[in-house]
């Protein structure tokens, strides 16, 4: 509200008051549309706070109809020799297990030089090729050396520059004891090294070295070897300690040699199971919660004409009413054909007062050791129609949808609510612009009133002082 303060300064009259008092009574009008604004803001609030609920309800529901979320598997060994990892798509099963060789990769050293810095090449004025070729890998690496680079510093940093599948090292054992120590990146039998100096017979001689034939200027310091374990007597061969295509579904990472045979168990994960169960069960009772607060009702003195301001935003909506109602019909639906057909037969109950699930975690357990297929056939059906969490999960998808055309419930009431605001604020708006024109006028008409009066007051001022000069010079005459 604007305050005219300069009306009456002319005429005397506190018009800047009169003003202000019918501002405030034009836009008190106003008041019922912010109320109404304000109340339909905190709907749509409240329904935010719903579609949340019903995202997380929704997800957890989703993830307890799939047939991988039931799969999945653990595994135990009874070694440190090898670990595993499993996935849904491992068979439960126990396996006899012997690590008999863990895969290398080829480490090969020159002899004893002198010095770092001294050139080991011939002096030709022109550059020599170092390959180092291995059967793992498709492109050799290729360095060009100059004179200058046969030395072993000037070799490693060749070698290491290219970013191959070789790494150079420097071995001082003494002051005049150098070696040069070349590693294999990767393991295998395939990481065998071939060293060819071409262009350079003198250096060749130094650090050549042929894998084929296992001779050369190099010794070999650990040999490349691929990993072998055997399965239940089947002997598996890899180049690599991590094996991942031996057992479906199960990776293996060999760790040392085994001293004996060793067991890898592989069973349904119950644990893992339970706690997706679990996780539905929480976002169902969040969404309980979250339903309740929207809806509370605070009861007022009788005779009272006004709600508790207390009272839930969407307390008595009927959109909330239906939600509820078919959250309370899948809850009651039993499944048919299968050992399971309502929840409670798996520990899982709701209490009467609260609405609350709660979990019995022996209950559940029993049957998740028990009957795991049975329990996977409550929830997940035939993944279409059937299945306690493949219907919850379609009834909440049509609830939450936002597709043109099949939009569900939420978006539906959002979209009403958001049609009403934008009503609200173009009444707003208009009623504001109606206020602004009857103020304006109002202004006009008290300038006017203002100026007149002023104009009055003039006047009368000076009549009374003519009068009053007269009469004193009527007086003065007389005398």
Known sequence: MTTISNLGVGSGLDLATLYDNLQTAEEARLTTITDQQTKY????????????????????????????????????????????????????GSYTMNVQQLAKGQVLMSGAITSNSTQ??????????????????????????????????????????????????????SDTDYRLMLTSKTTGADSAMTVTVTGDDTLQSVIGYDSSTSSGALSVQTAAQDAIVTVNGVSVQRDSNTISDALPGVTLTLNSVSSSDETLTVARATDSNKT?????????????STLSTVTKYVAVDAGSDSQSTSNGALVGDANVRSIQSQLRSQLSTAQSGGTYAIMAQLGITQDPKTGQLVVDDDKLTAALSSDPDAVTNYFVGDGSTTGFATQMNNTLTSML?????????????????NNILSTLSDRYDAMQSRIDATMARYKAQFTALDTLMSQLTATSNYLTSQFSSSSSSSSSSSS
């Open 41 to 92: 803001q905190s709907q749509l609030s409240a329904y935010g706070k719903i579609q949340s609920a019903l995202t997380t309800l929704q997800t957890a529901s989703a993830a307890l109809a799939k047939s991988s979320t039931w799969n999945s598997t653990s595994v135990t060994s009874s070694t440190t020799s090898f670990s595993a990892t499993s996935t849904s798509d491992a068979t439960v």
């Open 120 to 173: 080991l090449g011939a002096t030709t004025g022109t550059t020599r090729t170092l390959t180092i070729a291995q059967a793992d890998t498709d492109t050799p690496l290729t360095v060009t050396l100059s004179d200058s680079d046969t030395t072993l510093q000037g070799i490693a940093d060749a070698i290491n520059g290219a970013n191959g599948n070789v790494t150079a090292t420097i071995v001082k054992a």
């Open 276 to 288: 997706a169960i679990t996780n539905w069960v929480n976002a169902y009772n969040s969404l309980q």
């Open 401 to 417: 949808s936002t597709t043109s055309g099949s939009t569900g419930i939420i978006q539906n009431a959002e979209d009403s609510i």
